[in-house]
Structures are given as C-alpha cells and as structure tokens.
C-alpha cells in the first residue's frame, strides 16, 4: 500500500502544491510553520476522513478561499485508488474512483495509515478518551463491522443519556430496557474487536519497546476486563450491569457503565506509566505503540499501511533516531523534520523541502 501522488489547493496554507511520493522514505523538511504537518494531515485525513488535529472541517481550507481540494492517487493490493475531498464551510464531499461516497465506513480500507506525531503522547499521558480514540481509528480502518457498531452505539448512548435527564423516573425506567438491548447488541461488536485488537498488539508493542530501549526496560499493555467471554457473554453482562446502575445513572443523569469507558493501562518495567514515566519514556512507549499497530494493520489487512511520522525525530536521541530509521526500512513513509541530514544517516529518502506552503528546490 503507497500513495504515488498528492494534489492540495486552498488546503491550510497551501494554495496549489502536487507532491509526488517514493515507495520508502519520504522526508518533508523546512523551517517551523512552513507547511510539513499540513500534508501530512492531508494524507491521514483522505485515509480516515477525519483530522487529528481539528473538530471541524472548515478550518482546513485556507484563509479567503471558499472551499479546499485534496486528493491523491494510491496503489493498494487489489490495484489503484483515487481518493478526492472538496471541503466547503459547511459541508465536504469525497470520491472514490469517481463514485461519491455518502458515509465515511466507504472510505475507510483503501488506503490505511498511521499516524505519529510528539501529541500522541496524549495516548498515554491523558485521559481515556484519548486511547479510546486511538483504538477506534485504528480497528475501524481494518473493520467495517467495528466502525458500524461504533456509530450506532454512540447513536443510542446519546439517546440514553438525553432519556435519563427526563424528570419522569417512572416513564424512564419503563422506556430504559428497550434502549439497553440495542446498546448492548453494539457494545458486544466493539469491546470482542478491542479485546482482539489488543491481544494482537501487546507483544508487539513489547518487543518494538525492547528495541528501541535496547532491552532496558519492558512496556506492557493492560486493558480492561470489565466483560469477557464472546459476544453473547459480553452483551449480557454489560445488560446486568446497566439494570443494577439504573439508580445511579437517574441520579447523574448519564449512562456510568459500557465500553464508552473503557481503557488501557501502561505499565513501563511495572510501573504505571501515567503516574511515573518520564517524556522520554512515554515518548518511547507511545511510538513503540504505533510501531505495533503498523504490524498489526499488515497481519490483518495482508500489506503495511502508510507511516506518517510528524517531527519525531527531535524528540528522540541518537540513537533511537538510527533505531527507528532502521525499523521503517520497506514501509512507505512520511515524515516531517527541520533537517534531512540530520535524520537519514545514509538511508535514502525522497527528500522535499517546504518553503511557505510551497515545494521548493533542494538547498
């Protein structure tokens, strides 16, 4: 899986710009505020239809344009792939080979991507949303199935929750059992796919950690296991389990048990990384984390996704930069950096520089 070539106009600060991608490395480098992150938000957007760093669209056409267009033509196993976005202030449209697509489950699969940049430190530094987040980016470019319940049990979440608010206790306690076998249904799909998903990436996050830590400490993955079992097993648990919280979730007002709860713990030599790693150590438990879930997309899906790694190298010491650079030797990457010799130690790249939103020629 590789993206051949990416056309931007009116996208943040570019107002036309082609780039055109090799199959292994390529490096994006310039000074700060120039426009390396910009592309590389542009590619993880027209591969998940989202960004990672905005809540609305809008906010990615450039100022005093009326609409922004990115595109890009891909290669994945089953052959090429077009892939167009044209973004408006309130509205956006996207093609796949031509055909508009009307939900975003349609997008999803042509091109998968991983993304990386210093804010994914978040992932383990914050709170659980954050890691809720980064499991259902991940599993709902490789599953349908997941990204569906997804929408839908968050669809009925929200239902529940305005229900609970209503001053009628009576009338909501009769209306709550019809909600919670819908919700329950869904619940099932995503926490069996999370299980999975993490019992997949664990030992690869630990021994990618070991790597880059040349064995000096060990990283270990621990989700919850609030419910366990398969689908049927899950989806009667967590049922039991919102019948005995009814009281209490008519006192707060929303729902207090189900897998938007969720979460993860990181333990770096045995000892809980929220509380007591260092920014060296979540960084390097963060991007041994990515790392895993590139293999993880390649064991599901049959091919590497596209790597995208924003500014990391500043953030890691020497030689976890040759670790790392090594690691990556056969995925197409994209990544971003003030220098390019300062990052490549004699790898080689496709090196593009940005100037002002603009690609310019190499110094």
Same mark, same amino acid.
């Given at each position: 899986?590789?993206? &051949?070539?990416?056309?931007?106009?009116?996208?943040?600060?570019?107002?036309?710009?082609?780039?055109?991608?090799?199959?292994?490395?390529?490096?994006?480098?310039?000074? $700060?505020?120039?426009?390396?992150?910009?592309?590389?938000?542009?590619?993880?957007?027209?591969?998940?239809?989202?960004?990672?760093?905005?809540?609305?669209?809008?906010?990615?056409?450039?100022?005093?344009?009326?609409?922004?267009?990115?595109?890009?033509?891909?290669?994945?196993?089953?052959?090429?792939?077009?892939?167009?976005?044209?973004?408006?202030?309130?509205?956006?449209?996207?093609?796949?080979?031509?055909? &508009?697509?009307?939900? $975003?489950?349609?997008?999803?699969?042509?091109?998968?991507?991983?993304?990386?940049?210093?804010?994914?430190?978040?992932?383990?530094?914050?709170?659980?949303?954050?890691?809720?987040?980064?499991?259902?980016?991940?599993?709902?470019?490789?599953?349908?199935?997941?990204?569906? =319940?997804?929408?839908?049990?968050?669809?009925?979440?929200?239902?529940?929750?305005?229900?609970?608010?209503?001053?009628?206790?009576?009338?909501?306690?009769?209306?709550?059992?019809?909600?919670?076998?819908?919700?329950?249904?869904?619940?099932?799909?995503?926490?069996?796919?999370?299980?999975?998903?993490?019992?997949?990436?664990?030992?690869? =996050?630990?021994?990618?950690?070991?790597?880059?830590?040349?064995?000096?400490?060990?990283?270990?993955?621990?989700?919850?296991?609030?419910?366990?079992?398969?689908?049927?097993?899950?989806?009667?648990?967590?049922?039991?389990?919102?019948?005995?919280?009814?009281? &209490?979730?008519?006192?707060?007002?929303?729902?207090?048990?189900?897998?938007?709860?969720?979460?993860?713990?990181?333990?770096?030599?045995?000892?809980?990384?929220?509380?007591?790693?260092?920014?060296?150590?979540?960084?390097? =438990?963060?991007?041994?984390?990515?790392?895993?879930?590139?293999?993880?997309?390649?064991?599901?899906?049959?091919?590497?996704?596209?790597?995208?790694?924003?500014?990391?190298?500043?953030?890691?010491?020497?030689?976890?930069?040759?670790?790392?650079?090594?690691?990556?030797?056969?995925?197409?990457?994209?990544?971003?950096?003030?220098?390019?010799?300062?990052?490549?130690?004699?790898?080689?790249?496709?090196?593009?520089?940005?100037?002002?939103?603009?690609?310019?020629?190499?110094?």
């Amino acid at each position: 899986m590789r993206i &051949k070539k990416l056309f931007l106009q009116n996208f943040r600060n570019y107002e036309r710009e082609e780039f055109t991608f090799s199959e292994g490395l390529n490096v994006l480098f310039g000074k $700060n505020a120039q426009g390396k992150t910009n592309c590389a938000e542009a590619v993880f957007y027209l591969c998940t239809g989202a960004s990672l760093r905005i809540r609305h669209d809008k906010q990615l056409i450039r100022v005093g344009a009326e609409n922004a267009a990115i595109s890009a033509t891909a290669e994945n196993r089953y052959g090429s792939v077009t892939i167009a976005a044209d973004i408006f202030e309130t509205k956006r449209e996207i093609r796949v080979n031509g055909g &508009k697509i009307s939900k $975003n489950a349609d997008l999803l699969g042509h091109i998968n991507s991983v993304f990386f940049s210093p804010g994914e430190l978040r992932l383990i530094q914050d709170g659980p949303d954050e890691r809720r987040r980064f499991m259902n980016i991940s599993i709902s470019q490789t599953s349908p199935a997941y990204y569906t =319940a997804l929408l839908r049990y968050n669809k009925i979440l929200d239902q529940r929750n305005t229900l609970l608010k209503d001053r009628d206790s009576a009338m909501v306690l009769d209306t709550l059992p019809v909600w919670d076998e819908q919700l329950c249904r869904y619940a099932a799909v995503i926490v069996k796919k999370r299980a999975e998903f993490l019992q997949k990436l664990a030992p690869y =996050a630990e021994e990618l950690h070991a790597v880059l830590t040349d064995g000096k400490e060990t990283l270990t993955l621990s989700p919850d296991k609030k419910y366990e079992g398969e689908e049927a097993e899950i989806s009667a648990t967590l049922l039991r389990r919102l019948t005995n919280n009814y009281e &209490k979730d008519l006192r707060l007002g929303f729902t207090t048990v189900g897998p938007h709860r969720d979460d993860i713990d990181f333990f770096i030599s045995g000892m809980d990384a929220k509380s007591y790693a260092s920014q060296g150590q979540t960084r390097t =438990a963060a991007l041994s984390v990515k790392l895993a879930e590139v293999e993880i997309f390649k064991q599901l899906s049959g091919e590497y996704p596209v790597l995208i790694l924003d500014d990391v190298m500043s953030e890691l010491d020497l030689p976890r930069r040759k670790k790392l650079v090594k690691r990556i030797e056969g995925l197409q990457t994209i990544l971003t950096c003030t220098h390019a010799e300062r990052v490549l130690y004699g790898a080689d790249a496709n090196k593009i520089r940005i100037e002002g939103g603009k690609i310019k020629a190499e110094k």
